[in-house]
């Protein structure tokens, strides 16, 4: 399920990695609407990134660790999994907190890290992984240029994450915070375009 190594772009002057990406009222692509989107990369070779505010019931971290035959007592509770996005669905990735760090991980200055091995699904099962943290399976990709036109054309808003907003605030209220954050009352809000 996860792969063993992942090689993410540095990042860029203007990048966004380390942000979050707001899907607009607007945006009812099943997937995407009222996504909230952690930006793991984004330079002249496009931008990649997992949604953050939706989780997969059907499975669970047991699961998962039973498939990679990885021994742990966590309970599906201590340690979600969620949708990442929906490329590449079999690919996995641990969103958690900079206290875990390892060869592997991407960390950005914002208390959020990113790594993508088994070797922190293992250190998770024997309980030395990071204190707060999700399971991604799949994310977003965008081509170079795609992610800055859907940008221009109103269909995201960038506000800077934190871990409080993406590790302790119910998936259900994610979105709204992340919208609140830009000064945006989403009740006086249309979500058709051209009526008011």
């Not at 922190?120 to 999700?134: D, W």
């Not at 399971?135 to 800077?160: D, K, R, T």
Request: charged share 15%; with cysteine; glycine share 12%.
């Amino acid at each position: 399920m996860m792969q063993t190594q992942l090689i993410l772009p540095k990042d860029t002057q203007g990048s966004l990695a380390g942000h979050l990406l707001v899907a607009a009222p607007q945006v009812q692509e099943s997937c995407f609407a009222r996504s909230v989107i952690y930006m793991c990369a984004h330079n002249d070779t496009g931008a990649m990134g997992v949604i953050v505010n939706y989780t997969i019931d059907s499975i669970g971290i047991g699961d998962v660790f039973e498939q990679l035959d990885i021994t742990s007592a966590l309970q599906a509770e201590d340690f979600p999994v969620h949708f990442g996005g929906p490329v590449e669905a079999n690919r996995g990735f641990v969103l958690h907190s900079t206290d875990y760090s390892s060869g592997e991980s991407l960390i950005e200055g914002n208390g959020i890290a990113v790594t993508a091995s088994i070797g922190i699904l293992q250190e998770i099962g024997k309980g030395t992984g990071p204190q707060r943290g999700m399971l991604m399976l799949g994310y977003a990709g965008w081509s170079p240029g795609q992610l800055e036109s859907e940008i221009e054309s109103g269909s995201w808003m960038v506000v800077p994450a934190s871990p409080k907003l993406v590790f302790d605030t119910d998936n259900d209220l994610k979105w709204h915070l992340a919208m609140g954050t830009l000064g945006i009352d989403i009740g006086h809000y249309s979500s058709d375009v051209g009526h008011a």
